[in-house]
């Protein structure tokens, strides 16, 4: 789990506990405006007009599909799928592929303009009010009466609210566009970039990143020093640190042969971890186990698709199963204790 800054030409990890520094690749960051957002397994950044998938351990960049980005206003990431603006369009992406799809007619013309998902849906400022925009079809209405104005910086979304830098205040909106000021009128300085990683608010500006209660908008540097130049952009990301379990399938105590045909949900014993500094807790996971290949976890309620996860056959019986992509979810095993699993790797029992 990290912060990730693009500063000087040059892409930094950075501890948000201490804001010590690591640079990760080249200086391969030249063209401005750089757009970067996260999804479990790396990083995706916008620029010289083309999108790049950014390896989080190595800073290697790799250019994603043919579109290209002439006038890119904003980039976030729901369901799997990357969203950016490239005025006047809304595009869906395939972070495989590169494949843009546009979901909007001619509808975003007039900068600046932000953008963050929150609670399955996308939420924009442009034209100075806020919409909630339907991430299947584009589909858009006005929430709110609020007008975003006076120096809009910045809007990322954290534990259920969005928040917005615009009159060099910090804004908690709801999803019905209603909001609150929390803390002083303290970010003064353009430009200031905006991110959320764990408990937290992040933002970068006037050459120095601070870390920001969400509850009260408190803000204290992180690290003692100043960069030296502004952010291009910042982001805070748990990929780069994704947790490999090694879950050995067992049916009454006994280790499974290859099996056939559906399990139900079966008790999956964590059996071994690795690349994890997590602690991990003894349990039980709920698994449906098909021609070896996992499919659904129990949830509560409902089923996640296992197309979020990444897996791999490691022996008869065995399967290495990476979390990275799971970004939060609850379920109880079949007779096991209640569990709740994090992107950042951990594992929480109740």
């Not at 960051?29 to 950014?54: C, K, N, Q």
Request: charged share 20%.
């Amino acid at each position: 789990m990290a912060l990730f800054v693009i500063q000087n030409q040059q892409l930094h990890a950075v501890s948000p506990d201490t804001g010590a520094a690591a640079v990760r690749g080249g200086a391969a960051w030249h063209s401005f405006p750089i757009l970067m957002t996260s999804i479990a397994d790396g990083l995706y950044a916008i620029e010289s007009a083309r999108l790049h998938y950014v390896n989080p351990k190595t800073g290697d960049i790799q250019a994603i599909g043919n579109h290209r980005w002439r006038c890119p206003q904003a980039i976030t990431h729901l369901g799997g799928f990357l969203y950016i603006i490239d005025a006047p369009f809304l595009y869906r992406v395939n972070p495989t592929t590169g494949e843009a799809t546009a979901i909007s007619g001619e509808d975003w013309k007039r900068p600046p303009i932000q953008m963050a998902a929150l609670d399955g849906g996308l939420y924009l400022i442009e034209n100075a009010r806020l919409h909630h925009v339907d991430p299947g079809n584009g589909a858009w209405e006005i929430r709110g009466d609020g007008s975003w104005v006076t120096g809009l910086e910045a809007m990322t979304s954290h534990a259920g609210f969005l928040y917005v830098i615009e009159n060099s205040r910090l804004h908690r909106v709801n999803s019905g566009g209603g909001y609150d000021v929390i803390g002083p009128a303290q970010w003064t300085s353009s430009p200031v970039r905006l991110t959320t990683l764990g408990d937290w608010l992040y933002a970068f500006t006037d050459r120095r990143l601070y870390r920001v209660s969400p509850r009260d908008g408190h803000r204290e540097p992180v690290g003692s020093d100043n960069w030296e130049t502004d952010s291009l952009a910042v982001m805070g990301c748990v990929c780069g640190t994704s947790v490999q379990y090694e879950l050995e399938i067992k049916k009454d105590g006994t280790p499974a042969t290859t099996p056939s045909g559906q399990w139900g949900a079966k008790n999956i014993p964590i059996e071994n971890t690795s690349g994890c500094d997590a602690a991990i807790q003894a349990g039980t996971l709920a698994i449906d186990f098909d021609n070896q290949s996992l499919k659904y976890v129990a949830a509560t309620s409902q089923k996640v698709p296992m197309e979020v996860w990444k897996t791999s056959p490691v022996g008869a019986g065995r399967i290495m199963v990476d979390f990275a992509e799971l970004q939060s979810i609850q379920g109880e095993g079949n007779a096991g204790p209640r569990y709740s699993l994090r992107a950042d790797g951990s594992v929480k029992l109740t």
